[in-house]
């Protein structure tokens, strides 16, 4: 499986995010090939790669650490391989759409928040513990 993270900021990352960032890419190596991918919203347009995309916005429904597990092992299951989760102030079109808060957040933050969630999911899959 490949989970590619499209992270559309107008601004340069700090390092605390980035170091939060590579942490989890690290991390979740061990469980997929990772990638993220840092893009100007004035400047680029959206991916067109043939890849399930969810994109990360407000006023939905939330879902829990284990529905994003359910969610990851079906899209495997019915062949979906790409995963694009896209990070964005500005509407994306997607093929689902996830909240992670009510609260509107940073799209810096945001990608810390998602990847720490495919993280979580992938322990659960695997049936290891999160906590360290």
């Known amino acids: 499986m490949k989970i590619n993270v499209l992270l559309?900021?107008?601004?340069?990352?700090?390092?605390?995010?980035?170091?939060?960032?590579?942490?989890?890419?690290?991390?979740?190596?061990?469980?997929?090939?990772?990638?993220?991918?840092?893009?100007?919203?004035?400047?680029?347009?959206?991916?067109?790669?043939?890849?399930?995309?969810?994109?990360i916005t407000t006023g939905l429904a939330q879902i829990s650490s284990e529905m994003l597990a359910k969610k990851i092992i079906h899209l495997s299951n019915i062949g979906e391989s790409n995963i694009t989760f896209v990070i964005s102030d500005t509407l994306i079109l997607a093929d689902e759409y996830l909240n992670l808060s009510q609260f509107s957040i940073d799209t810096k933050l945001q990608a810390i928040i998602v990847l720490e969630q495919i993280y979580r999911s992938f322990r659960i899959i695997n049936n290891e513990p999160y906590h360290k």
């Open 8 to 55: 559309y900021t107008g601004k340069k990352i700090a390092n605390p995010y980035k170091v939060a960032i590579n942490e989890y890419i690290k991390r979740l190596t061990r469980y997929s090939k990772i990638a993220v991918y840092y893009l100007n919203p004035h400047k680029t347009k959206q991916s067109t790669n043939k890849s399930y995309t969810i994109a």
